[in-house]
């Protein structure tokens, strides 16, 4: 009697029980944020690199030397920004994974 007691309590333990881990799940979404990492790096570089285009370009239609060198520490500045201390920021907003 005792044994069939035990086997249904087992059995019902072992139904409550998390299920167990899929490593290839896991592989899955570790891949999936480093590609979407790689991807918010890749466009944040590409930004920085259209800017400090930009600010070389237009630096010599500007009169003086040193107003065209403003500009491009400028775009320098909103580049590192960009690529420092934005995604820092985002991932504070993110929702907490469980």
Do not use: K
């Not at 930004?47 to 040193?66: D, H």
């Not at 909103?78 to 994974?97: C, D, H, K, N, Y």
């Amino acid at each position: 009697m005792s044994e069939s007691v035990e086997a249904r309590f087992a059995a019902l333990v072992a139904r409550a029980a998390p299920p167990e881990r899929d490593p290839l799940f896991r592989l899955a979404v570790m891949e999936r944020r480093e590609r979407d990492l790689f991807r918010r790096r890749s466009q944040a570089l590409a930004i920085a690199g259209v800017v400090a285009m930009l600010g070389a370009s237009l630096a010599p239609l500007w009169p003086t030397a040193v107003f065209g060198l403003a500009v491009l520490s400028f775009g320098v500045a909103i580049s590192a920004t960009s690529l420092i201390v934005l995604p820092r920021l985002l991932s504070g907003l993110r929702r907490p994974e469980s």
